[in-house]
């Protein structure tokens, strides 16, 4: 395998993995806010 194919499936997988991080962080941020929303409803409800 010459050296430029190995390099640029190194910069593929780089990359992928910098994507799935951000999407994996999204994911969190999106149910971290979801379960804050929940909480704010469940409490304005009980009150």
Same mark, same amino acid.
């Given at each position: 395998?010459?050296? =430029?194919?190995?390099?640029?499936?190194?910069?593929?997988?780089? =990359?992928?993995?910098?994507?799935?991080?951000?999407?994996?962080?999204?994911? =969190?941020?999106? =149910?971290?806010?979801?379960?804050?929303?929940?909480?704010?409803?469940?409490?304005?409800?009980?009150?």
């Amino acid at each position: 395998m010459p050296v =430029t194919e190995v390099g640029i499936l190194g910069e593929i997988n780089h =990359t992928l993995d910098i994507v799935l991080r951000i999407l994996i962080i999204a994911a =969190t941020m999106q =149910t971290v806010d979801g379960v804050v929303r929940l909480v704010r409803w469940w409490k304005g409800r009980r009150h």
